[in-house]
Structures are given as C-alpha cells and as structure tokens.
C-alpha cells in the first residue's frame, strides 16, 4: 500500500546510494522509482512524472544540474518538486542548486530521520500548491460563466426597455436594433477591443431610451410637430440619463445615451472636410 499514492523518483549513479535511498522511502509506504543517471530520470519524470524528485548532482554524463535546469524547462515537469540530496556541501553549490530551482538539498551523508521530514514537508506543500490551483480554477470558472449570466440578463433587461419604446413610438420600431448593428459593424471595422464593443452595443439599443417621458400623442404624431413639441422631443436624451444613471454599469452607459444626439464641434467638421479634400487629389 503507498503513503497516499505518492510516487517519488531518486535518482543516483551510485548503486549503494540509490538502494539506500529507496528502502529508506520504500519503508514509510512511498511509491519509489529509481533513475542510475540523468538522461533515464529525465525520461521516468516526462513520461510519468513523479511527486517529488530525489537528484544527486555529481553524476557522470548529464549532472544533476543539468538534468533539474531540463525538468524546469518542460511544461510537464516544471512543477515537480526537486531535492538535491549530495555529498557537494560547498554554499556556492547550494545556491546554484536553489537558482535552478531546487526546493530543498540536503549534504550527504543524512539523517534518516531529517530527510523523511523534508520528503513529506515537501509531498504536503506540493499537495496544497496543486489543490489552491485546482480551486482557484474551479472559482475562475464559476466567476466567467456568473458574468456571463450577468451580462446576458443584462442585456434582456436592456433589450426590454428599448421594447417599451419601440411599442410607444411605432414610427421608428427597429430603429435602435438597427442603430446598434450599424454601431456595433463600426467599432468592429476601427478594431475596437470586445469590451468596447460590447459597450457600443449596449448603449445603442438604449440611446432612445429617454423617450419613455415623451407622450404617446407626441411619438405618434403623424404632421409637423410644433416648436414646443419638438422641444419636448429633444429633451429624450436628458430623459434616459436620468433613467440610467443610476443603474451600475460596467461602462459609461448613461453619458453615451446624454450625448448621442451632440454635434460634432464645427473645427472637426473643418478637419474632416480638408482630410477628404486631400484624399481626392491622391495626397
């Protein structure tokens, strides 16, 4: 029976050593797989990676070194947890073993008792690290498909509102779907970023929004509308701010809507005429 399925790879090139350290994990109940030299650990550890990796450093051929640079270079192995276990006690040697990303060492000859403690220390962090990252996931998940629950009714809501209008004032049913796929082909034209897109959108089949306040009698008119009629229709746009203002959008819904019928300021009119005037000479 293995120590909570816990596969652990030591890898040495010397026979005494790798026999020693095997029955030493073996008899705490740990899974155990042994590696004589550097290129068949790299290949144990890609092929089925292990829990924890045990890794001398002076090996002939690819040393230990070479062999956990190796490891945090693979997206398979990169997350398996190294412990050099050598006979180099030099601090320099430590240290380089730690920069490679080593998360222990430990000098040779060892304690029983010492190594067993940091094999565990290590199995439980190793555990915790991987379930953190499996419920970080799992809540990523749940917080992506909540906003788009939330962005979905949001937008029925919206798309409820500018029904009411649309049934109040029949001259001009379709008008803000058709504003807003007109909107929502330019901003895709000018490479807009999706959340701008959806902003665009949203703000769209909502611009006329403001006519809730308009009397019916006034929409539906079918002559000329009077200067005082007329006035009252301009103020539709004041109207679905006031309506939306206070609504928490995740975008500046409210003040597109304020602004929608603004005119362009007569030197951008100048800017865009003298741009077009250049564009027909070929300049």
């Not at 030493?24 to 144990?44: M, P, S």
């Not at 601090?91 to 403690?117: C, N, S, W």
Request: a neutral charge; one cysteine or more; charged letters at 25%.
């Amino acid at each position: 029976m293995t120590k909570n399925n816990n596969t652990i790879l030591v890898v040495d090139d010397t026979p005494a050593s790798l026999k020693l350290l095997t029955d030493i994990l073996k008899a705490e109940g740990y899974d155990v797989r042994a590696a004589i030299c550097g290129e068949l650990a790299l290949n144990a550890a890609t092929n089925n990676p292990p829990k924890l990796i045990l890794l001398d450093i002076r090996m002939p051929g690819m040393d230990g070194y070479e062999v956990c640079r190796r490891l945090k270079a693979q997206p398979e192995t990169r997350d398996i947890p190294v412990i050099f276990v050598s006979a180099a006690s030099e601090m320099g040697e430590k240290i380089q073993g730690f920069e490679l990303g080593a998360v222990d060492y430990v000098t040779k000859p060892y304690e029983r008792r010492e190594l067993l403690a940091r094999v565990k220390t290590h199995l439980e962090l190793g555990d915790l690290r991987n379930n953190l990252e499996s419920q970080v996931k799992k809540r990523t998940a749940a917080l992506v498909e909540s906003e788009l629950k939330l962005k979905s009714t949001l937008l029925d809501s919206v798309s409820a509102l500018a029904s009411i209008v649309e049934m109040r004032d029949p001259y001009t049913a379709g008008h803000q779907r058709r504003v807003a796929d007109i909107a929502v082909a330019i901003a895709k034209e000018m490479q807009l970023s999706d959340s701008q897109i959806e902003c665009i959108h949203l703000a769209s089949v909502v611009h006329d929004i403001g006519k809730i306040k308009v009397p019916a009698e006034i929409l539906s008119k079918p002559g000329k509308l009077t200067t005082f009629e007329f006035g009252i229709i301009k103020e539709h746009s004041q109207g679905g701010y006031d309506i939306l203002k206070t609504i928490d959008f995740p975008w500046p819904i409210a003040q597109i809507v304020f602004q929608h019928h603004e005119r362009m300021a007569p030197a951008i009119h100048r800017h865009l005429a003298m741009i077009k005037f250049y564009l027909r000479r070929g300049f």
